[in-house]
């Protein structure tokens, strides 16, 4: 069971939004940066948001994040077929003294 | 261009014992921590180890805890991971990446497949 709570699955149609949320506690995501991954078929994780809400380059303003207390939202407008994969959220939990992340979330574009 | 090469994955049976290599370019690899992540056949992401860019911090998982080791040779621009008795849970693809504990993780490797059965 993982310390950062996501939904196991989350589908939308090609065009529209969906998010993914990520709940966590304070002494996680209440205190700490959270990040996001994503991770393709049979690919490497990929650095999608960090800080909370900051792009690397190269990755498109359809993908955004959000942190509310204790949890963090990614978003994802304009849903493409490419962009089906599994979504994780990291941080780091100051009380446990480890990194974690959440269980994944796997998007499904219909 | 910035990459990370992981290797030393393969099939070792039971308490068995494994080195893997991950090597850093195209960056100051001195400059970054290092950390390990391992992924279940059909399961999420779990971390495993991290080390600091000079060497002097590291953590592990629970679950690793006394089994493995990390290290690394910033002359060499690379971090090894020292798996001993090794359990059949152990077996995962494990990534290696740039970064870790506050900071982000942001270049990964393609990973490298360790298998422990008998």
């Known amino acids: 069971q993982s310390v950062l709570t996501q939904p196991p699955s989350v589908s939308a149609a090609p065009g529209q939004t969906v998010t993914i949320s990520c709940s966590g506690s304070?002494?996680?995501?209440?205190?700490?940066?959270v990040y996001w991954y994503q991770q393709l078929p049979a690919a490497a994780p990929r650095l999608l948001i960090y800080?909370?809400?900051r792009r690397p380059s190269g990755i498109p303003d359809r993908f955004s994040g959000s942190k509310s207390g204790t949890s963090v939202t990614l978003a994802i407008t304009g849903l493409q077929t490419a962009d089906e994969a599994d979504y994780y959220c990291q941080t780091w939990d100051t009380s446990l003294n480890i990194v974690v992340f959440g269980g994944g979330t796997k998007l499904t574009v219909l | 261009q910035v990459q990370l090469v992981e290797s030393g994955g393969g099939l070792v049976k039971p308490g068995g014992s494994l080195r893997l290599s991950c090597g850093g370019s195209?960056?100051?690899?001195?400059?970054?921590?290092v950390t390990w992540v391992r992924q279940a056949p059909g399961k999420g992401l779990e971390w495993v180890s991290y080390?600091?860019?000079?060497?002097?911090?590291?953590f592990y998982a629970d679950t690793v805890k006394g089994r493995f080791s990390i290290s690394r040779d910033n002359a060499k621009n690379s971090v090894f991971l020292q798996m001993d008795g090794l359990r059949v849970e152990d077996t995962a693809t494990y990534y290696c990446a740039r970064g870790g504990w506050v900071y982000k993780m942001d270049v990964w490797g393609q990973g490298t497949t360790v298998t422990v059965s008998s």
């Open positions: 800080d909370y809400s």
């Open positions: 304070s002494s996680n995501i209440g205190n700490n940066f």
């Open positions: 195209g960056f100051t690899f001195s400059d970054y921590y």
């Open positions: 080390i600091s860019s000079r060497g002097d911090t590291i």
